[in-house]
Structures are given as C-alpha cells and as structure tokens.
C-alpha cells in the first residue's frame, strides 16, 4: 500500500506566475484535502475534493484552485503568486469526507 | 473557530510525562492529534470521537470532554523520538466537516 505522495518537493517562482502542485492519494482513499502551512503555524484548511467534486473551502481567495481526477489523484493551482503564499503545501487524503486524514511529504514553495 | 492549545511549548527529560491540551469555543465532533518534526509532514497519532470512541496506533493516549469542550493527550515515559510539535485538529458539531487546527505545541525530549 503505497501512501500520499506529492510533487514536485521543493519550488522557487516569483511574484506574479503561476505554480501547479500535485498529490496522488493512498490506495483506496476518495477524499483529498489541501493545506498551506505557514512557518510555525498549524495547517490551514484550503479546500477538499471528494470524487471529484470540491467539497468544502477554507479562507483562501479564488486564484487557489484544484482539481480532482477520476484515479483520486489531485492538483493545487495558485494564480497571480504573492510573497505571502511562500509555504509548505500539504496534501492529505482519506477514506471517507471527515475520518482520519495522512499527510504527504508536501511542497514547500518560496515566492520572490 | 481555531483550537487553543496549551502549553506553547514543553521540554523534558527523557522518561518523564507530559499533557498537551487542546480547547474549542464550540462543541466538538471530533479531534484528531497529529505529530509533526522539523522538515516532516505530520504523522497520525489519534482520533477521538464524541462518544467516547478512539482510534490511534500508538503508545500515546488522550482524552475527549465534551462537555468542557477539550481534549488532552498523554504522554507518558518520553522517548527521544517523542520530540516534535503536535497539533490538535477539530471538527466542530454542526461546522463545515473540516478540520481546523490549532497553533501546535512544541515538545523537546531530552536525553
């Protein structure tokens, strides 16, 4: 059984462009959640997709956006990057909407 | 509705015993604690169900009042590997379903 994993790990842009990341879901999970964890901060709730569908949003504006695809696996786009968006972005997928959640390695992207 | 968790930070020495807690301003669903080292993602320790059903797969324990609306985890006889910062994840009754954690709580193990 393989677990979450996420590409690419590390990732420099700048301000401006924009950056696409990846998570394909542990074996036999349905439901894919994203969050942006800042230094020092816990994890904030970006969105979640379930079957393909987003299921749910957290505080974040509309240039964070995401895709599900039919094998579960899920992207994170962010439009127009700020200096502010400088993180580690986690994927974290589980079997159903609201049990227990595994985390990927995440991406840690810089923004100049 | 972010949960506070208390203490901010902890040192030990090893074998010795800490509590972390975890508090909501609302009535609580469920609470999930993970553990997270430098660099790492977090890992799964436990998740505590109102009702009183728990779910982990390690030598960590924890606690879920709903009625003071807080959870505490347990732990006990430190390990080095123990050293991390854990956080505390909820989700609310009659919230979004999501899970909202709290600011983490920084445990340093020492030898």
């Known amino acids: 059984e393989t677990g979450v994993t996420q590409s690419p790990t590390h990732l420099i842009k700048t301000r401006g462009q924009q950056v696409t990341l990846r998570c394909s879901s542990q074996s036999g999970h349905n439901t894919v959640s994203w969050y942006q964890q800042a230094l020092g901060q816990g994890p904030q ?3 979640q997709y379930y079957r393909e569908e987003e299921n749910g949003r957290g505080n974040f504006p509309p240039r964070f956006s995401g895709l599900q695809f ?11 990057l700020e200096l502010d968006d400088s993180a580690l972005y986690l994927c974290a997928s589980s079997q159903v909407r609201e049990e227990t959640q595994y985390f990927g390695p995440g ?3 810089l923004v100049l | 509705q972010q949960p506070v968790q208390s203490p901010q930070a902890v040192i030990l020495r090893e ?5 972390i807690n975890c508090s909501s301003s609302k009535a609580l669903y469920s ?9 790492e993602a977090p890992v799964f320790l436990m998740i505590l169900l109102k009702g009183g059903e728990q779910k982990g797969h390690e030598k960590i324990s924890a606690s879920f009042n709903e009625k003071k609306q807080q959870s505490s985890l347990y ?12 956080f505390c ?10 899970l909202v954690f709290g600011k983490g709580t920084k445990l340093t193990v020492n030898p």
Do not use: C, M
């Open chain 1, 45 to 47: 709730f970006i969105f």
């Open chain 2, 89 to 98: 994840g909820i989700i609310t009754q009659g919230g979004s379903e999501k």
């Open chain 2, 31 to 39: 609470v999930h604690w993970y553990r997270q080292k430098h660099g």
């Open chain 1, 107 to 109: 991406t840690r992207l």
């Open chain 2, 15 to 19: 074998g010795e015993d800490a509590v």
């Open chain 1, 70 to 80: 039919p094998n579960y696996s899920s992207e994170l786009n962010v439009n127009a």
């Open chain 2, 75 to 86: 732990l006990t006889a430190s390990q080095l590997s123990y050293s991390g910062t854990y």
